[in-house]
């Protein structure tokens, strides 16, 4: 069954903004707020953006999920954009309802904790979503960066086409596949539950922040031995980003650390692609279809 | 704490129970004085001087030691590179003069070694594989790939270098290896706890790290839960991790058919500034498990903590969670059961 991808925004629509794990204050949000109709979109600022929670979360579960569920039952709003991952969409995912969604199929936008919502629609609904930056991204002068530059090419429906410097670990060749992957701990977090993806023929990408080189190889080890690894298309390797080291050093980098689990791959891999929880963030579609091309002058992927 | 029932040891395993999964459970045989503990490193390193209270302690009880070629042996945090170490184990698996190996500790490494690792001598001579941590990926293989009893316990690494200044939990602990070793009924008592959920359940106990139980999901050494008695401990996880494993065990289906729940020494890792959870250990298990009705219980001495009592991995046991106290007993050995002359 071919991929669902949702339409593209015309000037007008309207942009959601929720807060569907952790919290965050509505000012980290301002920027993108203003910068958002300047690319001709409504904004819709849901409760738990600013919300009053005074803890981790944005709202209790049944607050998130219901702004959530609202946002994708609104036939009004064309876009969910994440203000910011955090933890908690595992809390909430399996109560929500995609009937309204598959009907009305929209953009759903977000990384990091936003990995296992991405990857859940991809499998249970076989609909494209949007990795990418989240309002977060545009503070800083962010939003004049070629992250959330592709994002608002990305939501346009303008095509994409990203390039990665050569890296001594890659392995050259040509893939064409449907992309799939995100946050390295939410991908392992999804094995064996409703959300897995299944990576066969696929463009696997993969990113992390602050883990411990220990965790990120016992990770790749589970995603291989899980099968996540075979018979893919292609891999991409974002950034790994705040790495942790134990008293005693584990004695490998993260790039030596993938190289190692991923062996002698019958795919083309690239590393230092720019994803990741760092400055380097861009939009890729999950679930649409990709070329990538890994030769001796670098990467280069293209929608 | 742990007490032992009037069993003195027995001599012989009792006989094979059959497990739930259809698979016979393959019992080793206990250990008698004169049998040889083969100790190696199939995950982190250890030096020989570090396993030498071990050594010494172990020799104390009667039984022979076979030190492994990976004792000493460091590759970055390995205790050796991986052919090393899965070449260490495989032997002492292999070797029929060795009667149980025990890990000299976990740290990080199993897993890559046990996809490389041939078990199946063991259907025919079973032997004590012992360890937790991260050795509980070779448990949970163990139990899922031809249901073979282990022993989940401390390692060569907690052994005191000085009995007299050892703490009696620590002690006991240690003396729990011996008496679960020998075959001894074991039974186990927990503090009570205004959180437990009351009832009596009976099951396979299993269960390790939580950490390393969640990695293992969707690898041929994931292990499956329905009509067990689970237990969990972990260390340097932070709340909302912790909480995250929980829903992962939900999700994948492990906490809806268990028998009973042990929540072991959790260590947690205190929140960032600004990132408070604000849900205690309790609180996340608490929720998690509200839709269903076996007993449960916190706080048993089992984890990265002085009072970390060998279990026996994969055999039967019966927990008894009750306002006043909490036991997990060991089915597998009748209790009226002595030795002559013990």
């Given amino acids: 069954m071919p991929i669902i991808i949702p339409p593209c925004l015309q000037p007008g629509d309207t942009i959601g903004i929720t807060c569907p794990a952790g919290y965050m204050p509505l000012e980290k949000a301002q920027t993108c707020i203003d910068t958002l109709p300047a690319w001709g979109y409504n904004v819709k600022v849901g409760a738990m953006l600013g919300s009053t929670s005074d803890n981790y979360f944005s709202g209790t579960d049944d607050q998130r999920l219901a702004e959530l569920q609202q946002m994708l039952d609104d036939p009004e709003i064309k876009t969910i954009l994440c203000g910011r991952g955090g933890y908690g969409i595992t809390r909430i995912i399996d109560r929500l309802d995609f009937t309204g969604f598959l009907q009305c199929p929209k953009w759903i936008v977000g990384f990091s904790d936003i990995t296992l919502l991405h990857t859940h629609i991809l499998t249970r609904c076989n609909v494209a979503t949007l990795h990418a930056p989240m309002a977060g991204a545009f503070n800083d002068d962010g939003a004049a960066g070629p992250g959330i530059e592709s994002l608002r090419r990305a939501l346009a429906g303008e095509p994409q086409s990203y390039r990665a410097p050569v890296h001594p670990f890659n392995g050259n060749g040509n893939a064409t596949g449907p992309i799939v992957g995100g946050n390295l701990a939410l991908l392992a977090h999804s094995i064996g539950s409703a959300s897995e993806p299944d990576t066969r023929g696929s463009i696997l990408f993969l990113e992390d922040v602050g883990e411990y080189l220990y965790n990120i190889d016992r990770m790749m080890r589970q995603l291989k031995r899980a099968g996540k690894l075979k018979d893919l298309a292609g891999l991409l390797i974002g950034g790994f980003t705040e790495l942790k080291d134990t008293t005693r050093p584990f004695g490998a980098s993260v790039e030596a650390i993938i190289r190692d689990a991923i062996g002698a791959a019958p795919y083309p891999v690239a590393f230092d692609f720019p994803i990741s929880h760092g400055k380097e963030n861009v939009a890729l579609k999950i679930g649409a279809t990709y070329r990538l091309h890994v030769d001796s002058e670098g990467t280069i992927l293209q929608e | ?342």
């Fill in chain 2, 1 to 342: 704490m742990l007490t032992i029932g009037a069993a003195g040891p027995v001599l012989a395993a009792s006989a094979p129970a059959k497990a739930k999964t259809g698979t016979p459970l393959n019992m080793p045989t206990y250990l008698r004085p004169g049998d040889t503990i083969g100790i190696t490193c199939p995950a982190g390193n250890i030096t020989a001087k570090e396993i030498l209270p071990a050594v010494q302690q172990i020799e104390d009880w009667g039984f022979r030691i076979k030190v492994g070629d990976t004792v000493g042996k460091k590759d970055s945090i390995f205790g050796g590179t991986d052919a090393e170490r899965a070449a260490d184990l495989q032997q002492m698996i292999n070797d029929p003069g060795i009667q149980a190996i025990l890990c000299a500790r976990g740290g990080y490494g199993a897993v890559h070694i046990i996809d490389q690792l041939d078990f199946s001598p063991l259907a025919s001579h079973p032997k004590w594989i012992i360890g937790f941590s991260d050795i509980t990926v070779i448990l949970c293989h163990l139990h899922t790939n031809g249901n073979f009893a282990s022993i989940h316990s401390k390692m060569c690494n907690s052994f005191p270098d000085d009995w007299s200044k050892a703490e009696p939990a620590q002690a006991d602990s240690i003396l729990s290896i011996r008496k679960a070793l020998s075959g001894e009924r074991m039974q186990y008592k927990a503090l009570p706890n205004t959180r437990n959920r009351y009832g009596r359940a009976e099951g396979p106990l299993v269960g390790g790290n939580l950490k390393t139980i969640e990695s293992l999901a969707g690898t041929r050494s994931d292990i499956d839960t329905a009509g067990k008695i689970l237990f969990v401990e972990d260390t340097g996880e932070y709340l909302y991790s912790i909480d995250r494993m929980f829903w992962h065990l939900q999700r994948t289906g492990k906490l809806d058919r268990l028998a009973g729940l042990v929540v072991g020494g959790f260590k947690i890792k205190p929140d960032d500034p600004g990132e408070e959870f604000e849900r205690t250990l309790y609180d996340i298990v608490t929720e998690r498990v509200k839709a269903y009705n076996y007993p449960l219980c916190f706080d048993f001495p089992v984890g990265h903590q002085k009072e970390n009592y060998a279990l026996k991995y994969g055999i039967s046991h019966l927990l008894d969670v009750r306002e006043a106290e909490v036991t997990l007993t060991d089915s597998s050995v009748p209790a009226a059961t002595t030795i002559p002359g013990a």
